[in-house]
């Protein structure tokens, strides 16, 4: 595997290495966050985010997002401060980093897997391929037939014991930092980001224009690229997006698959432009991380479109409540808990990432859906508004209706009053 460190990067450009990550988020309230995150680091789960890794996000954090409140990432730990999770690939055991987050920002936490789990098959780029789509099934839940002695296949292991699939260690991680914690809400929104590293500087379009086909299976987990017509490939990856000549990003309904083929020449330009007119070297044009979509911000991206959607998810959840709560005419106008405040959340993710990054972000979203829950939540926050105002005026109807009644009323009386007055005081 390519040797990973902060000085300018000299790599050949015959090395390639295909990184993942795999992201969940769920939203959390504060008081949640509070309970579950203490509780964690007390029984040793957690850990700070530190080290190399933790020096890394923090680098590319504080070049690309500008957050209200900062993420507080960790690292999920054994007792021994080793990795809650592996995968079984034949006879090896890769460890995976899980980095648990929470955002206070956007009241919600997110779960990140992170694997190399090509290492050094050196198999060929097909392959590698295939061995990354099969942990991807594995981490969207497909079961493995292999049991924990066998040879062949990909399987999931949580504290090493087997389990059914990778999905089912992210939900054994999630109960077991949250048991006892009243969480209602489950990690089921998930993404990837597939990185393709490569060190040449070149860039990537003309290996996609070649063959489009691996790189639509990696975007979409899907095995049977090889026969899928290159034309379809092709048009379903979309535009590139890219700030640099040698990155190319592809926004997926299933998330981001990136090629970065960052060298030493343009490392080694940013770093003497900084040293001359700052008198230092910027870290973050030295990254060369083993996380998947990290350089360039991609990952931050996927993050907090999947914040989006759980937000909103949740969100659209409580208007189909309580537009059946008006209809049945269990809830009164007092009580009603009007949906337009959700939208400006929503909103608040889109302002973390410089205008170029919020392109990807903009377009992931859309990819992956989220305009189209939003508009379903503005349609039921516009019937909710329809039905408080229909309850409010028939309330106000009626209560007129009722006044005008009594007026009414009070009116006759006066009138037989004044008559019996007359009759009376004629006699």
């Keep these: 595997m390519a040797a990973r460190r902060h000085e ?8 390639r290495t295909l990184l993942l990550s795999f992201a969940s988020a769920v939203p959390l ?31 590319v954090e504080r070049f690309l997002a500008t957050y209200p409140e900062p993420p507080a990432r960790h690292l999920l730990v054994d007792g ?56 991807l099934h594995c981490l969207q839940g497909r079961p493995s037939a292999v049991d924990s002695s ?16 990778g999905w089912h260690c992210v939900l054994a991680a999630f109960d077991e ?13 998930k993404a990837w980001c597939v990185e393709i590293r490569g060190y040449d500087g070149s860039p ?33 990856l979309g535009e590139p997006w890219g700030t640099r000549e040698f990155v190319s990003a592809y926004a997926m309904a299933s998330g981001i698959i990136c090629l970065n083929n960052k060298g030493a020449e343009y490392a ?14 910027e870290p973050y044009f030295d990254i060369d991380s083993a996380v998947a979509g990290l350089d360039h911000g991609m990952l931050l991206v996927l993050e907090r479109v999947l914040i989006r959607m759980a937000l909103a998810i949740q ?11 008006l209809l049945a005419g269990t809830r009164s106008v007092n009580d009603k808990h009007l949906l337009r405040g959700s939208l400006d959340i929503l909103e608040m993710a889109n302002s973390a990432l410089p205008a170029e990054v919020n392109l990807l972000e903009q377009r992931l979203a859309g990819r992956m859906g989220i305009d189209r829950i939003i508009q379903q939540l503005d349609r039921h926050a516009e019937a909710i508004d329809d039905e408080t105002r229909y309850a409010y005026e028939s309330s106000v109807n009626a209560l007129v209706t009722r006044l005008t009644w009594v007026a009414v009323g009070l009116t006759v009386i006066t009138i037989v009053l004044g008559v019996l007055q007359i009759v009376y005081g004629a006699g």
């Excluded at 995968?87 to 955002?103: A, K, N």
């Excluded at 066998?150 to 699939?165: C, M, P």
């Excluded at 080694?268 to 070297?281: K, N």
């Design 8 to 15: 300018p990067v000299r790599m050949t450009a015959a090395e």
């Design 29 to 59: 309230s504060v008081g949640e966050s509070a309970t579950v995150f203490d509780r964690a680091r007390a029984n040793g789960l957690l850990k700070p985010l530190d080290g190399r890794l933790g020096t890394e996000w923090r680098t």
């Design 80 to 135: 021994a401060g080793g990795s809650q999770f592996t995968l079984g690939i034949g006879e090896r055991i890769v460890p995976c980093s899980v980095i648990v987050t929470w955002h206070p920002a956007y009241s919600s936490m997110t779960l990140i897997v992170t694997t190399n789990a090509v290492g050094e098959q050196n198999d060929g780029w097909h392959a590698d391929v295939d061995l990354t789509i099969a942990v």
């Design 150 to 165: 066998g040879e062949h296949g990909v399987r999931a292991l949580y504290r090493g014991k087997v389990q059914t699939s």
């Design 177 to 189: 930092l949250t048991r006892d914690c009243g969480i209602s809400e489950l990690p089921d929104r």
């Design 204 to 236: 990537p379009g003309k290996a996609v224009g070649v063959d489009p086909r691996p790189f639509y299976g990696l975007a979409t987990s899907d095995e049977g690229w090889r026969f899928v017509p290159r034309q379809v490939a092709r048009e379903a």
């Design 268 to 281: 080694e330009a940013q770093r003497a432009l900084a040293m001359r007119y700052f008198g230092a070297a």
């Design 315 to 325: 969100w659209l959840h409580r208007a189909q409540e309580e537009s059946a709560g």
